[in-house]
């Protein structure tokens, strides 16, 4: 059964802080995923990943930035949190080439900015 | 235009009714599609997927695909109060990146 963590379900942060989302993925996954889910907007790509330290950009990746530096780990990094980046962060996990490349996501973290 | 679109609902029905979910997708060369449900506060997890055209059933739930029309389809059979979820169609590329729809939120009323 795969399973994918996050760090936390829920995150209060101030406005200029820097935020770390952590991932977690137990499948031996190649491929990582970080998603933001808005009302209205669906899922939107920010990052994936489809090896260690290597990192490619989705739709929305500015303001955010990633790491993996393990195969396991997918991070997501906000450096400098504002009000427009509260949101539900959701992350993912699928096999490199295996169709029908179904994801497998994380409960995902509900991130407010005040 | 989005690759994947999505009827937004809310949909709301009584017990027992059936539901039809419907999406739209603009890329031909889609050959998996998907249907996530995602109960509230928690994330989306995989319902069924179909390949290319056609149908296929697992228990309650029938997902259509017609790629004539670029047509998406989830049909619920007997709808039950535990099927009150979001709802989103996607689609992966060739790349195992994911467009999905944006999600229609479904209330079955007991």
């Known amino acids: 059964d795969v399973k994918v963590t996050q760090s936390s379900r829920y995150l209060v942060k101030r406005t200029g802080e820097k935020v770390f989302l952590e991932c977690v993925q137990d499948m031996d996954h190649e491929n990582m995923f970080w998603y933001r889910q808005d009302p209205g907007l669906g899922l939107r790509l920010i990052y994936f990943?489809?090896?260690?330290?290597?990192?490619e950009k989705g739709d929305i990746p500015e303001g955010y930035s990633v790491s993996r530096e393990k195969k396991e780990r997918f991070s997501l990094i906000l450096e400098s949190a504002s009000t427009n980046q509260t949101s539900m962060y959701l992350c993912?996990?699928?096999?490199?080439?295996?169709?029908?490349?179904?994801?497998?996501f994380g409960p995902g973290t509900r991130l407010t900015v005040t | 235009q989005k690759e994947v679109e999505q009827d937004p609902g809310p949909l709301s029905v009584p017990e027992g009714a059936i539901v039809s979910l419907n999406c739209t997708y603009s890329?031909?060369?889609?050959?998996?599609f998907m249907w996530y449900r995602q109960y509230s506060r928690k994330g989306p997890e995989l319902l069924m997927y179909?390949?290319?055209?056609g149908n296929k059933e697992d228990g309650r739930f029938t997902a259509q695909v017609d790629k004539s029309s670029k047509y998406i389809s989830l049909f619920i059979r007997d709808s039950q109060p535990s099927d009150s979820a979001t709802y989103l169609c996607a689609a992966p590329n060739t790349g195992n990146q994911f467009y999905f729809g944006t999600g229609t939120s479904l209330t079955v009323i007991p």
């Open positions: 179909t390949y290319s055209s």
């Open positions: 890329n031909s060369a889609f050959q998996y």
């Open positions: 993912a996990s699928s096999l490199l080439g295996q169709a029908p490349y179904e994801q497998y």
């Open positions: 990943s489809y090896d260690v330290k290597m990192k």
